[in-house]
């Protein structure tokens, strides 16, 4: 579900990338668009690879901490980082992070089946997602490379 969700996000990053345009569908019902600033969209992009690089810490201090007596696995949400970036729900009709599945920058203490010396990391699932976790930034690179060269281009008007 996870995966389906992160993949319904690339496809309105790229659409954004495409069209300056953010597409927004929920469930079946009909399509609804909003007009976004290039310069917001780089913004949205470059607070998504900011949350990456943060998650990465984290994911990567609980990997370090796997074997800490009493280390709790924490891990960190996208929705306070959007609210610290700004952008909130202006408008009661403007789709809400949740609507499209976006994971919710606050700090979230996991709570799992804890081993007897209290700690409760699992080093496989945590690598997982770091691996996740870094294929993404590099997605959100590749989108953002594409929305400078879509940029350079309408500056330049297509010459080098």
């Known amino acids: 579900m996870a995966r389906v ?3 319904r996000e690339i496809a309105t990053l790229w659409r954004i990338a495409a069209h300056g345009t953010a597409v927004a569908l929920s469930g079946r019902r009909k399509e609804s668009r909003m007009r976004v ?4 969209v780089l ?3 470059e607070s998504a690879m900011r949350f990456r690089s943060v998650r990465q810490g984290v994911l990567a201090a609980n990997v370090a901490n796997a074997d800490t007596p009493g280390y709790r696995r ?3 949400a996208f929705d306070a980082a959007l609210e610290r970036a700004g952008l909130a729900r202006t408008n009661a009709s403007h789709l809400a ?3 499209l ?3 919710g ?3 979230v203490a996991q709570r799992g089946p804890a081993r007897p010396d209290g700690n409760d990391v699992n ?3 945590e690598l997982i997602l770091v691996s996740r976790n870094a294929g993404q930034f590099v997605q959100q690179a590749e989108v953002l490379s594409r929305l400078l060269a879509l940029r350079r281009t309408a500056v330049t008007g297509g010459r080098a």
């Open 43 to 45: 913004g949205v992009v």
């Open 37 to 40: 600033e290039a310069t917001n």
């Open 123 to 125: 080093p496989d699932r």
């Open 101 to 103: 599945g976006a994971p």
């Open 5 to 7: 969700a992160h993949l």
């Open 74 to 76: 924490v891990d960190v």
């Open 105 to 107: 920058l606050r700090r």
């Open 97 to 99: 992070g949740d609507d």
